[in-house]
T-cell receptor
Framework: AQKITQTQPGMFVQEKEAVTLDCTYD???????LFWYKQPSSGEMIFLIY??????QNATEGRYSLNFQKARKSANLVISASQLGDSAMYFC??????????????FGKGTMLLVSP | GAGVSQSPRYKVAKRGQDVALRCDPI?????LFWYQQALGQGPEFLTY????????KSGLPSDRFFAERPEGSVSTLKIQRTQQEDSAVYLC?????????????FGDGTRLSIL
């Protein structure tokens, strides 16, 4: 089974509207981290927001917020007041804890967001 | 530097040639990761270093791929006898430690095209 599932290959939104990008995950580890990254056409991966599995409140960073529903294993990214510069590929990723003392990121396939004027 | 630096930004090579990709992580970051991102896909893990020690190379697709970080800072990913399927973006990331709560900070990547 895939560890990270992003079911929306593409999303369209008008400028200034809010948009939700879906992400579900699969893990049996009680301790894990969920991340969202933005990848513009230029290729760099930009860290947006992080949610820890034990965090009581949903993470927020400016216009980004994470709708974390632990029981449903979902971690949707909400972008408020979309801007043209938000057009990019968005990746959800998970990092699980491990006995080895390190953990890598597992990424979803991404969602392409296009913001129109 | 302030962020993760990768060079070259773009690399074109003929099939069969060897290539070397460089990553300069954020100063003081213990953990360094290499990922491969095929067109239209999410990045996939290749290998992990903690300081100079390569603790995990389970994601390297073949023995043509080799990575090193001899002094625990700069890392080089080398691909020998390149094949067309090696064409991808190679991303390097670093984090302060290897634990799950630490975000990984990525470089701009090297876009490798094998002709």
């Amino acid at each position: 089974a895939q560890k990270i599932t992003q079911t929306q290959p593409g999303m369209f939104v008008q400028e200034k509207e809010a948009v939700t990008l879906d992400c579900t995950y699969d893990t049996s580890d009680p301790s894990y981290g969920l991340f969202w990254y933005k990848q513009p056409s230029s290729g760099e991966m930009i860290f947006l927001i992080y949610q820890g599995s034990y965090d009581q409140q949903n993470a927020t960073e400016g216009r980004y917020s994470l709708n974390f529903q632990k029981a449903r294993k979902s971690a949707n990214l909400v972008i408020s007041a979309s801007q043209l510069g938000d057009s990019a590929m968005y990746f959800c990723a998970m990092r699980e804890s491990s006995n080895s003392g390190y953990s890598t990121l597992t990424f979803g396939k991404g969602t392409m967001l296009l913001v129109s004027p | 530097g302030a962020g993760v630096s990768q060079s070259p930004r773009y690399k074109v090579a003929k099939r069969g040639q060897d290539v070397a990709l460089r990553c300069d992580p954020i100063s003081g970051h213990v953990s360094l990761f290499w990922y491969q991102q095929a067109l239209g896909q999410g990045p996939e893990f290749l290998t992990y270093f903690q300081n100079e020690a390569q603790l995990d190379k389970s994601g390297l697709p073949s023995d043509r791929f080799f990575a090193e970080r001899p002094e625990g800072s700069v890392s080089t990913l080398k691909i020998q006898r390149t094949q067309q399927e090696d064409s991808a973006v190679y991303l390097c990331a670093s984090s302060l430690t290897g634990v799950a709560v630490q975000p990984q900070h990525f470089g701009d990547g090297t876009r490798l095209s094998i002709l």
